[in-house]
């Protein structure tokens, strides 16, 4: 079965700086990779969805990269904003393309 | 309604007593999910409806665990013989075709269910 790993558990950044998370996945090239927020006792909420064929996706102050090689997604935040902390998880979908399997998420945050 | 739906907010049980957990998915999404989220962990898959119909209910831990969507909008969860392993924050997340379509999940708040 397909495994996502989201390397750092913690991010802590300054207000101002680029935080950059990493979600590496194994077993599989899925079709195409979201990413989420999730707020405390909040359910997760869509960011953005990139394709196996689009290298890099960008919305306001988020970019997402998809690199099919590496089996690896890089999703960062510039000009961070304490407004950003939360945790964001990346989710794939299985290979019966019925549901999103999710990483275990990087929790961020941004100090004043 | 605006938004996905759970109720109850909170839930918490004995250990061994059987619970429903209710989910109002966006009108007119046909696909429905349950998931579970553990502490530290992500969304954990349970089952997926397109309709009325189980699409696939692989993630379901045992036979303790069943869901319904009868008429292909409001589902009910349901979990007999709770046990503490059971608790954990159950999610429901509707969207207007099968995630696996690219369609994004749009998640309600979640049932916190303790069981003691």
């Known amino acids: 079965s397909q495994k996502i790993e989201q390397n750092s558990e913690a991010l802590n950044i300054q207000e101002g700086k680029t935080a950059t998370l990493t979600c590496n996945y194994t077993n599989y090239s899925p079709a195409y990779l979201q990413w989420y927020r999730q707020d405390p006792g909040r359910g997760p909420v869509f960011l953005l969805l990139i394709r196996e064929n689009e290298k890099e996706k960008r919305k306001e102050r988020l970019k997402v990269t998809f690199d099919t090689t590496l089996k690896q997604s890089l999703f960062h935040i510039t000009a961070s904003q304490p407004a950003d902390s939360a945790t964001y998880l990346c989710?794939?979908?299985?290979?019966?393309?019925?549901?999103?399997?999710f990483g275990k998420g990087t929790t961020l945050s941004v100090s004043s | 309604g605006a938004g996905v739906s759970q109720t109850p907010s909170n839930k918490v049980t004995e250990k061994g007593k059987y619970v429903e957990l209710r989910c109002d998915p966006i009108?007119?999404?046909?696909?429905l999910y349950w998931y579970r989220q553990s502490l530290g962990q992500g969304p954990e898959f349970l089952i997926y409806f397109q309709g009325t119909g189980a699409a696939d209910d692989s993630g379901l831990p045992n036979d303790r665990f069943f869901a319904v969507r009868p008429e292909g909008s409001v589902s009910t969860l349901k979990i007999q013989r709770t046990e503490r392993g059971d608790s954990a924050v159950y999610l429901c997340a509707s969207s207007p075709r099968s995630t696996g379509t690219e369609s994004e999940a749009f998640f309600g708040q979640g049932t916190r269910l303790t069981v003691v």
């Open positions: 009108s007119g999404h046909t696909a």
């Open positions: 989710a794939l979908p299985n290979q019966a393309g019925t549901a999103l399997i």
